[in-house]
């Protein structure tokens, strides 16, 4: 049984989704049906430990030629507590991928994405007002904080910096969701940066995790929350099987939705917010868009 070496380690609604699927197109690169596995950064499943984390996901043989093994959680970069587990599981040889996105943008597309899988009843302005009192309370019962931290997953530059220094800068391959903008690019620094040969007849286009809105909020529920028949199904149908059925269900679910633009005002709160982040993600040597500063490529 081999460990995963490849994070595509966040962020929420950056690209991870469209990342994972490019990378589970090469033939070298197995992952998961569910790709978020959260093992590093949700405290009960890395109870469970290691063994079960290789066997629950990374046990099935059908890696054909597969050669590295992919975790593509996007909640692992916000986790100081998942950096350190990766430090500890994979020490000096895993590969992480970055995708990175205005934050101000990302956090909006956050909230809505919360609003679909209905983890969220407040309205914008009062999530970001109640956003700290809920990270801390949701950290204290060792649930999922990061639901409702619009703002925190964000900080990308104080994020980054951490990671590399635990986990060493140069096994890094950051990318931002302009890069996405020509996934043959993006396929030929992917493979480059995992040691893979140069391919011919890269896909040129690709657009994974569209935001949209359930048809029926009893389907979706019934395939994400947990239930007597999904505890029968587990134990009779196989991981890889049942994951891919469950997210082809939600993805046939899911209807088109626009959300309507965010309010000025609190769009240039958001900007002065995390302004001081970006300097220092520049500080690190990524190549931050203006528009990120200035918000004038907004959509």
Request: hydrophobic share 35%; proline share 5%.
């Amino acid at each position: 049984m081999r460990d995963p070496s490849v994070f595509v380690l966040g962020a929420q609604k950056c690209g991870t989704t469209t990342v994972a699927d490019l990378l589970a197109e090469q033939p070298e690169v197995f992952v998961p049906s569910i790709k978020e596995t959260y093992f590093f950064c949700d405290p009960a499943r890395f109870e469970l430990g290691t063994d079960w984390y290789r066997s629950e996901f990374y046990a099935v043989k059908a890696f054909g030629a597969a050669k590295l093994l992919c975790d593509a959680t996007p909640f692992y970069l916000a986790s100081s507590c998942a950096i350190d587990r990766l430090a500890n599981f994979n020490p000096g040889s895993g590969r992480y991928i970055v995708c990175l996105r205005d934050p101000v943008d990302r956090a909006y597309s956050a909230y809505w994405h919360q609003q679909r899988l209905g983890n969220e009843t407040l309205d914008f302005e009062q999530a970001l007002a109640s956003e700290s009192e809920r990270v801390s309370l949701a950290r204290e019962r060792g649930q999922r904080w990061w639901r409702h931290a619009y703002v925190e997953v964000g900080m990308f530059g104080s994020q980054l910096r951490y990671a590399f220094e635990r986990l060493g800068r140069e096994n890094f391959l950051i990318l931002t969701s302009e890069d996405l903008r020509d996934i043959a690019e993006v396929q030929i620094r992917i493979r480059a940066f995992l040691g893979l040969p140069r391919r011919e007849g890269l896909p040129s286009s690709k657009r994974s995790n569209a935001s949209g809105r359930p048809r029926s909020r009893f389907l979706q529920d019934a395939v994400n929350r947990p239930s007597i028949a999904k505890r029968f199904i587990r134990k009779v149908v196989p991981r890889e099987l049942r994951s891919s059925i469950g997210r082809n269900l939600l993805e046939l679910n899911l209807k088109p939705f626009r959300y309507p633009p965010m309010n000025e005002r609190t769009r240039g709160e958001l900007r002065s917010r995390f302004k001081s982040d970006l300097y220092e993600l520049q500080a690190h040597g990524v190549m931050v868009p203006q528009s990120w500063f200035s918000g004038s490529q907004h959509g």
